[in-house]
């Protein structure tokens, strides 16, 4: 597959496993003159929150709906009736909550997951899902679930990591290549 779920122009091979081994061989020995790395699952979590991309299971459950995890854009409510669809009307107008990318300060943190993000020092207004630090922005990156109130790019909050408050603001849903000019290059 030429466009890959981390939202860079590559290549995702889909090979019988029998082969797998001796496929990594192959390409790793073609790409050494090109300095090739293995990149690996980090790599991989980065690209992708960078990009915008959520992840079933790791961002979003069965809990939350396809408004409140930025993925609107994917329902077609003009269409006729389907199971759940006045339900998604309703929340559409009011959602419960919002995930958010989070982008910290000092830049080089990166914290794990389930951790509670504070709005001033007591109110909790939500946890993070995903983290990892991208090398793109330099920085600490990662996707929580925030209450409404608090979700519009620009905020100040902190995410408690193991007793320490670190800065996060809240920012653009897309932090590389937005306008996905390098997935069409």
Not at 17 to 28: F, M, T, V
Not at 74 to 96: E, N
Request: aromatic fraction near 12%; hydrophobic fraction near 40%; proline fraction near 4%.
């Amino acid at each position: 597959m030429r466009l890959s779920y981390v939202g860079e122009l590559g290549w995702e091979l889909y090979a019988p496993s029998e082969y797998s081994h001796r496929l990594w061989q192959l390409l790793w020995q073609a790409g050494q003159k090109h300095g090739i790395i293995a990149g690996g699952r980090g790599a991989f979590d980065a690209m992708r929150i960078e990009k915008g991309y959520r992840s079933w299971g790791k961002d979003m459950w069965t809990d939350h709906d396809p408004f409140e995890a930025g993925l609107g854009f994917a329902v077609r409510l003009d269409k006729d009736d389907f199971i759940g669809k006045k339900a998604l009307l309703k929340r559409q107008k009011k959602p419960q909550q919002k995930l958010c990318t989070l982008l910290f300060e000092p830049a080089k943190v990166i914290v794990g997951n389930s951790e509670p993000v504070f709005k001033g020092s007591k109110k909790v207004v939500g946890f993070v899902t995903s983290a990892c630090y991208s090398s793109s922005l330099d920085r600490g990156i990662a996707y929580a679930w925030l209450s409404p109130n608090v979700a519009s790019q620009g905020t100040e909050l902190s995410v408690d990591y193991f007793g320490e408050r670190l800065k996060v603001t809240v920012g653009p849903d897309t932090v590389f290549d937005p306008e996905m000019k390098k997935m069409r290059a």
